[in-house]
């Protein structure tokens, strides 16, 4: 049986990485110690799902509470499993820009040190196994707020002439621009990953990902654009939309769309690769049209407040243009745009807050 490695398989796309190759007849290896909490409090604790996974899976889903900072236990981790590893898909992270800042070490040696340790080992144990990690659009740090935007009536839009019309694709540089630590962090990883492919002849890739969502994101203010808001809709708890007048635009992808991409890259790998990948114009929206659409859902108002500095590095517009993969994959297609994406979000959350 082939053996599949996920990080943070616990978290978002770790969990739907899980349920994705399990059903599928993988024996999948978890890795996940639950620091979402420490990052974001008891209320973003993945237990929850940790727990449905395990029940759900039971032989097929093996599950480690392990530290990806600890070099030692990794690497007895996949000494023991060693060829029998065929892919590692590594989503663990600290996720947020603002507690980056708080912690810049415990941020960076999450991010960067504990990617590193994951791709020695990779390397060491398993060379010919398929390496996908979850990188971020913020590897651009601020760069996109530099593009010509024009103010609409609900959102922040580039002019149709512009050469990101069709969202933002891998020529954009990441040099000189404002990252925020958790930018920097992270575009260390995205490096290491598309180093240990280019040097070493890995089959690596990093997916630089626009807003990734779905119904298992344990959802906070500083991380779960989409989760957090729905939630907030929900419950009638306070929502802060920072800055930008709440123009800002995100595409959103759901976390199955990425995990069947990262299958497709899985059955015919490449070295160091990067790819742009979200909702692109397929699925994106505002922040105000985003609110629109979950009060339209729950059938309440949500209760917002406006505050006007927004959040150091954040994207006024950002749209993944994802046609690289597609041209390199041209089987992977969207299962979910928006609307579907949060109406699932919905009914998931409504079963999952009202059973606390």
Same mark, same amino acid.
């Not at 600890?70 to 690497?75: F, G, N, V, Y």
């Given at each position: ?18 349920? @994705? ?42 599950? $480690? ?12 981790? @996949? ?100 990252? /925020? ?6 575009? /260390? ?73 990262? $299958? ?18 397929? /699925? ?73």
């Amino acid at each position: 049986m082939n053996t599949i490695i996920v990080t943070g398989s616990a978290g978002l796309i770790g969990s739907e990485s899980v349920r @994705f190759f399990a059903d599928k007849g993988f024996h999948v290896v978890g890795i996940d110690n639950n620091m979402r909490a420490q990052f974001f409090g008891k209320s973003a604790s993945t237990e929850w799902n940790r727990d449905l996974l395990k029940n759900k899976y039971g032989n097929l889903y093996q599950h $480690y509470n392990l530290d990806i900072r600890d070099r030692t236990k990794i690497e007895k981790l @996949f000494k023991d499993y060693s060829t029998d590893i065929d892919l590692i898909i590594h989503t663990a992270a600290q996720p947020s820009h603002d507690w980056a800042a708080k912690d810049p070490h415990t941020d960076f040696t999450v991010n960067a040190n504990g990617t590193l340790n994951l791709l020695e080992a990779t390397r060491q144990f398993c060379p010919n196994s398929v390496f996908i990690f979850t990188s971020t659009n913020k590897v651009y740090g601020d760069t996109p707020n530099y593009m010509p935007l024009k103010e609409l009536e609900t959102r922040w839009e580039i002019d149709p002439s512009h050469q990101y019309a069709n969202g933002i694709d891998e020529s954009m540089t990441i040099d000189n621009s404002k990252h /925020s630590l958790f930018g920097a962090s992270k575009v /260390s990883a995205d490096i290491l990953v598309q180093e240990y492919g280019k040097y070493f002849g890995l089959k690596t890739a990093s997916f630089r990902g626009g807003c990734l969502t779905g119904p298992f994101h344990s959802g906070t203010q500083l991380h779960g654009f989409l989760a957090y808001l729905m939630k907030c809709t929900i419950m009638g708890e306070p929502y802060t939309i920072f800055g930008y007048k709440g123009k800002q635009v995100r595409d959103n992808i759901h976390s199955y769309d990425l995990v069947n991409a990262f $299958y497709h890259f899985y059955q015919n790998p490449r070295s160091g690769e990067v790819y742009n990948i979200g909702g692109s114009r397929h /699925s994106h929206c505002s922040m105000m049209e985003a609110i629109s659409l979950c009060e339209e859902i729950v059938g309440k108002k949500l209760q917002s407040v406006y505050a006007e500095n927004n959040r150091i590095g954040d994207h006024v517009w950002y749209v993944s243009d994802v046609r690289k993969f597609a041209a390199h994959y041209p089987q992977w297609k969207y299962k979910y745009n928006l609307v579907k994406i949060l109406e699932e979000m919905y009914n998931c959350q409504v079963s999952r807050l009202c059973t606390k």
